[in-house]
């Protein structure tokens, strides 16, 4: 008899310690539970739970972004391969080479002015990047370069459409980059404007960032450039910015231009705040004061304006909508109002797309 106990224990030990100690994945939910909709914050979607399944319906903008969506894909990973062979090649290694921003940026822009009607602009921008065999070198070719774009037309540069802009040709550079003393970093290049005849550039800049509390954040940045037909110039600028109350963001930047060609410095002090509305909103109002110091130091233009910033399709298409002010002193500080709408593709790279 006490046999045939031992017996129904044994058979029941392991049914006991099963149910005691279940598989890890017993309880877990099932993957169709993982990847509902509902699941997601209200915040995530720009439609109702009521539209969760809704069909799409035809209409002239479907077809169109369908259409926009189409090329991104076909042509997206063109670019990515061309910055991968050069890469491959250039460099000596087998392996695509980390942190290359080399990038293709289609768009296009309408402004309206007082007095003026819409009028819609393409827009071309690219970088290519190539790393050589030393990892402290690249070959950098930029469609503009920054360095010769005056100050006030670099920080209102969102405000323009392309026939506003400076005429600027594709720059090419050999970089070298590297760190001084405690992370400062630094980078120097020399190379040319791609155009007949060629001009010779050199340039540098350094530049570090710090955390003084734990609210703010501050950066500096140093640059000094020599061009053989313009002359050299110089660069100062320092940023700073802390968060703000229910998701806003408080930025504040000052910079410093000297232009040895004409033998006088230009300012700018801007205030901004952003906010992520959702995850495919962002709104960035800012105001700026620009001066210079020619003939005396004096004022040039003050400026505002509200930039509505909205991420179309996944994180490669854009839409911005830019209402601004400029109260510039060559119109006597007389009100120029303007409003602009700008639609953005970018063609793969590691672009900071805010």
């Not at 106990?5 to 099932?30: N, R």
């Not at 007095?115 to 071309?124: H, Q, S, Y």
């Not at 594709?170 to 290049?189: H, K, M, P, Q």
């Not at 960035?284 to 130091?297: A, C, T």
């Amino acid at each position: 008899m006490t046999r045939g106990w031992l017996f129904l224990a044994a058979l029941a030990s392991p049914l006991t310690s099963q149910a005691e100690d279940p598989s890890p994945g017993a309880f877990e939910p099932l993957t169709n539970e993982l990847l509902s909709p509902y699941r997601l914050p209200a915040s995530f979607y720009t439609f109702g739970p009521e539209e969760y399944w809704a069909e799409p319906q035809k209409s002239w903008w479907l077809g169109a972004s369908n259409w926009v969506i189409h090329q991104e894909r076909e042509y997206s990973p063109t670019v990515q391969a061309i910055g991968a062979w050069a890469d491959r090649t250039l460099s000596g290694s087998s392996r695509v080479l980390p942190n290359n921003e080399s990038y293709l940026r289609l768009g296009a822009a309408a402004k309206s002015e007082t007095g003026n009607l819409l009028d819609f602009e393409p827009e071309v921008r690219f970088r290519l990047e190539v790393p050589t065999a030393e990892e402290t070198l690249k070959l950098v070719i930029d469609s503009e370069s920054e360095d010769l774009v005056p100050l006030e037309e670099r920080d209102r540069d969102r405000q323009l459409v392309d026939s506003e802009r400076t005429d600027s040709t594709a720059t090419g550079a050999l970089r070298y980059i590297t760190e001084i003393g405690d992370a400062v970093n630094f980078s120097t290049d020399i190379g040319g404007r791609l155009r007949l005849p060629p001009e010779m550039f050199w340039r540098a800049k350094m530049g570090k960032g710090w955390q003084l509390t734990p609210e703010w954040n501050v950066a500096a940045e140093q640059r000094a450039y020599y061009y053989h037909t313009e002359g050299w110039g110089a660069r100062s600028w320092f940023g700073a910015n802390r968060p703000l109350p229910d998701g806003w963001r408080f930025f504040a930047s000052s910079e410093l231009e000297w232009l040895h060609d004409e033998r006088k410095f230009e300012a700018a002090q801007i205030f901004s705040v952003r906010k992520r509305l959702n995850n495919r909103s962002e709104l960035r109002p800012r105001l700026g004061i620009l001066g210079e110091s020619q003939p005396v130091w004096r004022t040039t233009s003050y400026f505002a304006d509200l930039t509505w910033r909205y991420r179309v399709y996944e994180d490669w298409l854009f839409a911005e909508l830019i209402p601004a002010l400029s109260f510039p002193r060559d119109e006597s500080f007389r009100e120029q109002a303007s409003i602009l709408f700008r639609l953005e593709m970018y063609f793969a790279g590691t672009l900071d797309r805010d």
